[in-house]
């Protein structure tokens, strides 16, 4: 019988020191090891940019809760990301990627890896038909979001996992929003599972990284790869606060859920909002795809405000409780503007937001605390 996931959470690559018994983790605050001999090495340790055993610790865990056979760490979601998109892509291929991604992704791809000749095409994650279409011959990975940032559209993670195979192309699913707990994009079919661990699975907004999670073991090695060749990759310390921060996962989303179903509805039925974006919603177009692969609807929510950009900024500006700041997934509830913040790399792009969308990462606080903040800032 396999374990829950709350107790892989708190148990998995986590066994007792076999020094001291200590029950959790060490911070192995070391860059190098001592060998026995030339090439002897002590459980296989050598230099901490290679290898470090906290880091390790974190991988295996990682790897359990996405049901992969590999884990990777690095010291960003967007580190993560580059490595998945240089492990595979060469210049002269082409990508699929979401018309509504994530402002950071879109910038690596549009300004960093299009100098290095990369082509990519954007296509509504929602449309299965229109990811088919945008996939070329020389299509070598089809990336996906879900529920998607800001804009919380759901992706059909099993459906596209067909038309990729089909394709002969990876399908990589940023798994950030929903983070392990809530859904299994390899157990649907993807390839690879990438996280910005900053978020949820750290949770509590004091720790940056990313990871990236697959069974195909001729692409974990070349992730290996570039994670040891390029460095970028997570401190004893970072690995340790996301261990720890992984612990609670289970409970966290629990909560994040219920508050950010209470926070939707309320939205809802306001005159000062013209759209609610929260899959949760039976009126939301993914609601059947996510109660499909989601165990529940997520923690974040995004809105239009109905009097336009200077009324949704004034509302960023007026919360007690939401705190007007980027990032997301802490226990924390944070509000801000996507257009003039975490996305405003897309401004003037296929992929620029609304300039009257707000996002709110909803936290783990009483939810009627929440409700009223938003509720008075709404006026």
């Known amino acids: 019988m396999s374990d829950g996931f709350a107790t892989r959470a708190i148990h998995a690559g986590q066994e007792a020191d076999p020094t001291t018994g200590s029950v959790i983790v060490p911070i192995h605050a070391t860059s190098t090891y001592a060998q026995d001999g030339v090439g002897g090495l002590?459980?296989?340790?050598?230099?901490?940019?290679?290898?470090?055993?906290?880091?390790?610790?974190?991988?295996?865990?990682?790897?359990?809760?996405?049901?992969?056979?590999?884990?990777?760490?690095?010291?960003?979601?967007?580190?993560?990301?580059?490595?998945?998109?240089?492990?595979v892509l060469r210049p002269g291929d082409h990508l699929v990627i979401p018309?509504?991604?994530?402002?950071?992704?879109?910038?690596?791809?549009?300004?960093?890896?299009?100098?290095?000749?990369?082509?990519?095409?954007?296509?509504?994650?929602?449309?299965?038909?229109?990811?088919?279409?945008?996939?070329?011959?020389?299509?070598?990975?089809?990336?996906?979001?879900?529920?998607?940032?800001?804009?919380?559209?759901?992706?059909?993670?099993?459906?596209?996992a067909q038309v990729a195979r089909d394709a002969g192309v990876k399908l990589v699913v940023d798994n950030t929003f929903a983070s392990p707990y809530?859904?299994?994009?390899?157990?649907?079919?993807?390839?690879?599972?990438?996280?910005?661990?900053?978020?949820?699975?750290?949770?509590h907004s004091d720790v940056v990284g990313g990871v990236v999670v697959t069974s195909d073991d001729e692409l974990a090695e070349q992730v290996a790869f570039l994670q040891n060749g390029a460095g970028a990759v997570p401190g004893p310390f970072d690995a340790w606060l996301t261990l720890r921060g992984i612990k609670t996962l289970a409970v966290r989303m629990e909560r994040h859920s219920a508050n950010a179903e209470r926070i939707a509805a309320a939205l809802a039925g306001h005159p000062k909002v013209a759209k609610v974006m929260y899959p949760g919603l039976p009126e939301h177009p993914g609601h059947e795809v996510a109660?499909?692969?989601?165990?529940?609807?997520?923690?974040?929510?995004?809105?239009?405000?109905?009097?336009?950009?200077?009324?949704?900024?004034?509302?960023?500006?007026?919360?007690?409780?939401?705190?007007?700041?980027?990032?997301?997934?802490?226990?924390?509830?944070?509000?801000?503007?996507?257009?003039?913040?975490?996305?405003?790399?897309?401004a003037g792009s296929m992929l620029q937001v609304p300039s009257d969308l707000v996002r709110l990462s909803v936290g783990i606080e009483e939810a009627d605390d929440l409700v009223d903040d938003l509720l008075t800032a709404l006026g």
């Open 42 to 87: 002590r459980g296989g340790y050598e230099y901490s940019r290679t290898g470090n055993p906290t880091r390790s610790a974190l991988e295996k865990c990682l790897a359990a809760l996405e049901g992969g056979r590999h884990a990777r760490a690095f010291a960003s979601g967007m580190a993560a990301t580059d490595a998945v998109l240089r492990a």
């Open 99 to 160: 018309d509504d991604a994530y402002g950071g992704t879109f910038r690596l791809i549009d300004k960093v890896l299009s100098g290095w000749g990369v082509e990519y095409t954007p296509a509504p994650v929602s449309d299965v038909d229109a990811i088919r279409v945008a996939i070329r011959p020389t299509t070598k990975v089809v990336w996906v979001e879900t529920p998607t940032n800001p804009l919380l559209n759901i992706a059909d993670i099993a459906a596209i």
């Open 182 to 203: 809530l859904q299994q994009p390899l157990e649907l079919g993807a390839n690879v599972v990438v996280h910005s661990t900053t978020k949820y699975l750290g949770g």
């Open 291 to 346: 109660a499909k692969q989601m165990r529940l609807f997520g923690g974040m929510v995004s809105f239009i405000h109905a009097d336009g950009e200077a009324a949704a900024l004034e509302v960023c500006s007026r919360t007690r409780l939401f705190t007007l700041a980027e990032s997301l997934g802490g226990v924390e509830s944070l509000i801000e503007h996507p257009g003039r913040m975490t996305h405003a790399s897309t």
